[in-house]
């Protein structure tokens, strides 16, 4: 037994006098699995590294004050406040009716109630022009909704109004699909507590209920903001991608590359990228409260 | 009047595949008087739960009404009944700390700030939880959990508390000392108190009254004492405590017992000719050895010590009967297997079989009372 281990940990010991990181490394990982966190890491790095690294590197390319002064035009800045504009009202509409919808799934009986579970998830399935050719069936001069709010002197399509229907259908899942299985896990017993002691349904509502689905709403809305501020399909069809007057940040910044305008797509792409990193850390954390939240 | 129920029932809409639904509470019908605590006692899916439920207004029943203080509650919203509810797996709100849980009902009613402080710590001296005011229910036990349940009911002095398998999920000694605990507290506060629960030696060591509820209906109500002795069928006498269950037959008022009736000392019963059951409890089991004049021949088949007592299967011509005799009663002498004994039943009762004798063997057997 002592012969045998002897000389193996002699030429172990060698190599950790050479380099006591990587004795460290190599006792650690075994051969497959070190090609397999390789192949991993080089995948991602060919995939989501370099694309960003360009990305950063394109914005600089043309100098700094040349991205700022991109970033600063009248059509980028009505672009982006309009982003955030979409980004905000559908994600307080979605927010509330995402709430009910996921309440209604959670908690009542009805017939047909499969059959509007499988709806929900709609929007992630059907393409977003798809989505967007809708509404302009739907909403346009010639739809039958369209026709009536027009003749009230509404417009939709080709308006604020169609671009935030769009991004409210696109995004219509994410807080009920993480609110549902929350709810579920949670059950009644917490609610029925609450009103014995006193509370009535709203009351109930307010105190119980929404703080025990607080971190999975909150991750269905950081979802919901994310894929909001990215929309571009649904979008792009329902806006016409009118210059200052109905272009998104995304249809901003592919308008600035069609128009070899390279300094401000790359500018405006950051930004939208910095804002999605931000989104991701926050996602992690929220991600961590909920599964905290269910042990 | 604490508590009234009237003629009420409930059946559950049918779930898939089911041709009617779950008839949960049968025309039930009992009072519990202010200040006393009474026990439901059934076995699982009797409609004990069912019918506490709907005391608190957490079900509607189809049929009948609930008065609390002589007054109609039937179609109150729960919030308004002023009931104190604990439930079996404690539903403390996760998201809030114990003292929060326990100010809840004191908040909704708008207490002031230090009143409800104050009331607090009173409850937390009360279920001995002092010091845990800022700890959330995950960091407690379970016992530790359910006594923050029963502080968070008692807080806005409800007019009744309700409780319902509160003991069930803990373990044997956590749920004695908490039993003991709310026998405690119920002869200090006198709330008007009913309890759901399975487990018979908990019911009466705990309970002023008993409600044996079987298949949705009261079968008895009484004190512990009275439905142990004078149970009113067969089920709650074999539901409260171990009983023998017998089978036998009347022939012209002369009661045989087993298969070779034959055998059998005959005893004397004024029931028509028919099946019957006698039901014997073991401790009403008395064996002697050597020979008397009355009784039944029998051989020992097996013993088993338990420490204050001794538990013995008694063979008497093919029926296999259980005796228990408790040790130190100088006549109990240590026997062995194959000894033949005298058996007596200083006390029995005999039902006859009017009612579906197979259901209700195959209930006992389920609940393990017969083998």
């Known amino acids: ?295 | 009047m604490g508590i009234l129920v009237k003629d009420v029932s409930k059946r559950f809409p049918p779930s898939r595949g089911e041709q009617e639904g779950h008839l949960a509470a049968d025309n039930v019908t009992f009072a519990v008087p202010r200040g006393h605590l009474v026990a439901l006692l059934g076995p699982s899916g009797s409609g004990k739960s069912t019918i506490l439920r709907i005391i608190a207004g957490l079900e509607e029943p189809d049929t009948g009404e609930v008065l609390l203080d002589g007054q109609v509650v039937t179609g109150h919203p729960v919030h308004q009944r002023g009931v104190g509810f604990v439930f079996q797996h404690y539903a403390l709100f996760k998201h809030a700390t114990v003292e929060k849980n326990i100010a809840f009902g004191l908040d909704i009613r708008k207490w002031a700030r230090r009143n409800v402080r104050e009331r607090v710590l009173e409850l937390l001296d009360l279920v001995q939880l002092r010091g845990y005011e800022d700890r959330y229910p995950s960091q407690l036990s379970g016992g530790q959990r359910q006594r923050v349940a029963l502080a968070r009911a008692l807080a806005p002095r409800p007019r009744v508390l309700l409780l319902d398998e509160p003991f069930g999920a803990l373990d044997a000694k956590v749920r004695r000392n908490l039993a003991t605990q709310l026998r405690q507290l119920h002869s200090e506060f006198r709330t008007t108190t009913i309890f759901v629960t399975h487990d018979q030696e908990e019911a009466i060591e705990i309970s002023d009254q008993i409600v044996v509820i079987n298949r949705g209906r009261v079968d008895q109500i009484g004190t512990a004492e009275e439905i142990y002795d004078h149970p009113s069928n067969k089920f709650v006498a074999s539901f409260i405590g171990n009983v023998n269950v017998i089978e036998g037959y009347v022939h012209e008022g002369v009661l045989w017992l087993g298969a070779n009736r034959a055998h059998m000392t005959p005893v004397r019963t004024s029931l028509p000719d028919g099946e019957v059951v006698m039901l014997v409890r073991p401790e009403d089991v008395e064996l002697t050895s050597g020979v008397a004049i009355d009784g039944l021949d029998g051989v020992v088949r097996e013993i088993r010590y338990r420490g204050d007592r001794y538990e013995q299967e008694i063979d008497i011509a093919g029926l296999t009967v259980r005796a228990v005799e408790v040790k130190n009663r100088g006549r109990a002498a240590v026997r062995h297997p194959g000894q033949q004994v005298r058996v007596r039943f200083t006390r029995h009762r005999i039902f006859d079989v009017e009612e579906d004798h197979a259901a209700i063997r195959a209930q006992l057997e389920s609940l393990g009372y017969i083998e």
Request: charged content about 15%; aromatic content about 10%.
């Open chain 1, 1 to 295: 037994m002592s012969s045998v281990d002897t000389p193996s940990r002699g030429s172990e010991s060698r190599v950790y006098a050479l380099r006591p990181w990587v004795a460290a490394f190599a006792r650690r990982i075994p051969r497959a699995r070190g090609i397999l966190i390789f192949a991993v890491v080089a995948w991602f790095a060919v995939l989501i590294l370099l694309p960003i690294g360009t990305l950063v590197r394109g914005a600089w390319q043309e100098g700094l004050s040349a991205s700022m002064e991109a970033l600063g035009a009248p059509a980028a800045r009505h672009a982006f406040s309009l982003t955030l504009g979409i980004t905000v009202a559908s994600v307080l509409i979605n927010t509330v009716f995402g709430t009910i919808l996921a309440l209604v799934l959670a908690r009542q009986r009805f017939c047909g109630k499969l059959l509007l579970e499988g709806i929900v998830d709609l929007p992630f399935s059907v393409s977003p022009v798809v989505a967007g050719v809708m509404f302009i069936v739907l909403f346009g001069s010639d739809g039958w909704l369209g026709r009536w709010f027009e003749s009230g002197g509404i417009r939709i399509v080709f308006a604020l109004p169609g671009m935030v229907l769009a991004t409210i259908f696109v995004t219509l899942p994410f807080v009920t699909r993480q609110v549902v299985p929350v709810l579920r896990e949670c059950g009644l017993e917490q609610e029925e507590a609450a009103r014995t002691l006193g509370a009535n349904a709203w009351q109930t509502f307010w105190q119980v209920t929404l703080p025990s689905i607080r971190w999975g709403l909150a991750y269905g809305v950081t979802l919901t903001v994310a894929r909001a501020l990215g929309e571009f399909g649904a979008v792009l069809v329902v806006s016409g991608s009118i210059i200052g007057k109905t272009q998104t940040a995304t249809l901003h910044i592919h308008q600035e590359f069609t128009d070899f305008h390279y300094a401000g797509a790359f500018a405006a792409s950051l930004v939208l990228a910095i804002a999605s990193f931000c989104l991701l850390v926050f996602m992690e954390l929220m991600k961590k409260r909920v599964e905290a939240g269910r042990t």
